[in-house]
């Protein structure tokens, strides 16, 4: 055992790179003579002078040492040739040139030259070749593993576009013949690459030959490089493999590797972001770093899906310190623990575990953080899950949001964000109504010192429990996909756009808004579950069948995103909208509404009817009333 380590390790990598440094001397002096000497014998055709070899005798080490100390002097010795590049060619030509132009000159002043003029020349060109090719063999050698998988094992890839993404894919597959999978071909738009070679793989034509290709070159998964200008072409590629039932994969962008949310030759599922073919909507990232840097800001709802992408977006901006709270101890904890992780000061991160329907342990809470901003995002979200249980609609998403909007102006926090949902127009479910009453409150709170705004969100892709999700799920367990109508459609977010906008309302809001999100077209939920069928290289119906199951309760066909007494305005971000009622609420009668029903809702037995009726307590403006509104909304 005692011989199972060497004695003194340092001596001997000590000794280990001494000799492979010795060694690559002995190579480039061995190189320069052997060119010299092949130069030599193609200069006198063989018959080279006696004279000439007494002098390559004497001067042939000179040389060698001459090379030597250009290549240390210009870095070539330091260039890591596994991965060499045209610079670093370049870079070994000027070496070369250099001592060329050192030897010519200093034989141009012998009187005798038995080495002809030429002869330099020649041998140079010779020396560039071989001590290129010398330095190229580590990294031919690692264009293979010692036991590479045999190409029959491999899958054979059509990579669909060869910009900087796709090159980078094929380099990888090309060099890690680890990978189980090999590239063939590319598709490219760009008609200048027709019929050329990308790392010595050719380009066989545009998107439009995908179904001749897959099947000439036997494709067993089609690898979509494309950049993102170019995103809305997936469905038409989904399109054009669906026939040959060739599964697809994305290729991380060059910018996701660079910031470590991928990694290189990784080929990644299509996910429903992809599929839904939108670009996320940009927020004005000084503009909110503005916002949160320095201040003490509270987050309801933390250990929720949007809490969580929220609760990191704030810790990204320096807050003076970050409160987190919500009734889920266990993902609370871990997020808590996650941000404590990042944050240069541990302490400055604090995790509240509590009820929004507990008031006074909400005040507890607040008194004790004294928050300057609050994104109030905890609430029951499951349509028809609040549908059997009104009273939790209620209790949380009703009193709750009253009990954080009173806290919060209690310590007077500067502001309040409430995310709001588009069911809140003309609310069919409960779910709906109680957000309605939320945007009530928000509107009946105008004014005042703490800024209170909303923002009407609409579906959220990645969030928990959303319809999306299921469908993936479902297509795991090999189907069918549930759809509740043919014709029903929705509006779409990510949950990181729903973070960054949450964020940009703060930062714009002067209290009362409602803000809307310029979130496109609607996209009609059947036609989503095709596009995911096929992005498996499958067929909806055929190989995956889709189940129409109807409307559950308090689902509607299509959502409206304003109601019939809105209008909208534009605001400082093009991508956000506020929308403006015609009809006014008493804040007084709204919250004697809100208390009566706290009272006696388990009395009275009919809290769905009369918490839809709350949600409906607007009324047309009296001229006082509608003068006031005007005021608020001046600059």
Not at 82 to 110: E, H, M, P
Not at 390 to 404: H, K, W
Not at 445 to 457: D, K, N, S, V
Not at 538 to 547: F, L, R, S, V
């Amino acid at each position: 055992m005692k011989d199972a380590f060497p004695a003194n390790p340092g001596v001997s990598d000590w000794l280990r790179r001494a000799g492979r440094v010795v060694l690559s001397l002995a190579l480039d002096v061995g190189i320069v003579l052997v060119a010299y000497v092949v130069a030599l014998e193609l200069k006198f055709d063989g018959t080279v002078p006696n004279e000439s070899w007494r002098q390559l005798a004497w001067a042939g080490p000179l040389i060698a040492f001459a090379y030597i100390l250009a290549y240390q002097s210009l870095g070539v010795y330091r260039t890591a040739w596994q991965y060499g590049s045209v610079r670093d060619a370049l870079l070994l030509f000027a070496a070369v040139a250099l001592v060329t132009a050192g030897i010519l000159a200093v034989n141009l002043l012998l009187p005798k030259r038995p080495i002809p003029l030429s002869v330099n020349v020649i041998s140079a060109a010779f020396i560039f070749l071989f001590h290129g090719m010398a330095r190229m063999l580590p990294r031919i050698w690692g264009s293979g593993s010692l036991v590479p998988m045999q190409d029959a094992e491999r899958q054979r890839v059509l990579i669909v576009g060869a910009g900087d993404t796709g090159q980078l894919l094929a380099w990888e597959l090309q060099h890690n013949r680890s990978q189980p999978y090999r590239a063939v071909a590319f598709v490219d738009e760009d008609p200048a690459l027709r019929g050329k070679r990308v790392h010595g793989i050719p380009v066989v034509g545009t998107r439009h030959d995908i179904p001749a290709v897959l099947e000439k070159h036997v494709i067993d998964l089609v690898a979509i490089a494309l950049p993102p200008a170019q995103a809305s072409s997936l469905q038409e590629i989904l399109a054009l493999c669906e026939p040959s039932k060739v599964p697809v994969r994305l290729v991380p962008r060059l910018s996701e590797i660079m910031e470590g949310r991928a990694q290189r030759g990784e080929l990644r599922e299509i996910t429903m972001d992809d599929l839904l073919g939108r670009v996320p909507v940009a927020v004005d990232d000084e503009l909110c770093e503005a916002t949160i840097s320095g201040r003490v800001v509270l987050i309801t709802g933390a250990g929720g899906s949007i809490g969580i992408e929220l609760s990191r977006k704030v810790a990204a901006l320096n807050p003076a310190a970050l409160h987190l709270v919500d009734i889920n101890e266990t993902a609370l904890y871990e997020l808590r623990n996650e941000l404590r992780r990042k944050a240069a000061n541990a302490d400055l991160v604090k995790a509240w575990l509590c009820s929004i329907a507990d008031r006074q342990r909400l005040d507890d809470v607040f008194e004790a953080s004294r928050p300057q901003v609050v994104f109030h995002l905890a609430a029951y979200k499951i349509v028809p899950m609040m549908e059997e249980h009104p009273d939790q609609a209620f209790e949380t998403n009703v009193l709750g949001t009253l009990n954080v909007f009173e806290a919060a102006q209690a310590v007077q926090a500067d502001q309040v964000v409430f995310p709001s949902s588009h069911t809140a127009v003309n609310p069919a479910s409960l779910y709906g109504a109680s957000k309605r009453v939320g945007e009530l409150l928000v509107a009946s709170m105008a004014g005042q010192t703490t800024r209170i705004c909303a923002m009407r969100l609409t579906n959220v892709i990645d969030a928990k429990g959303a319809v999306l999700s299921l469908f993936a799920r479902q297509l795991q367990g090999g189907g069918p996909i549930s759809v509740t109508d043919p014709e029903v459609a929705r509006y779409f977010l990510t949950i990181s756009e729903v973070a960054g906008l949450v964020i940009q309302a703060a930062a714009m809001s002067r209290g009362g808004e409602i803000f809307l999100i310029d979130v496109g077209d609607e996209v009609r939920i059947g036609e989503l579950a095709e596009r995911l069928i096929r992005s498996q290289g499958m067929e909806p119906g055929k190989d995956i069948a889709i189940e129409y199951i109807g409307l559950r309760p308090g689902d509607k066909v299509r959502e409206n995103l304003i109601g019939e007494h809105e209008s909208l305005l534009p605001t400082s971000h093009p991508a956000l909208l506020t929308a403006i009622s015609s009809l006014t609420t008493s804040a007084a009668e709204l919250r004697a509404g809100i208390r009566e029903l706290e009272v006696d809702r388990r009395r009275t037995g009919n809290l769905p009817a009369r918490l839809h009726a709350l949600a409906r307590i607007d009324r047309a403006p009296t001229p006082e009333s509608t003068s006031e509104r005007l005021s608020l909304q001046e600059p």
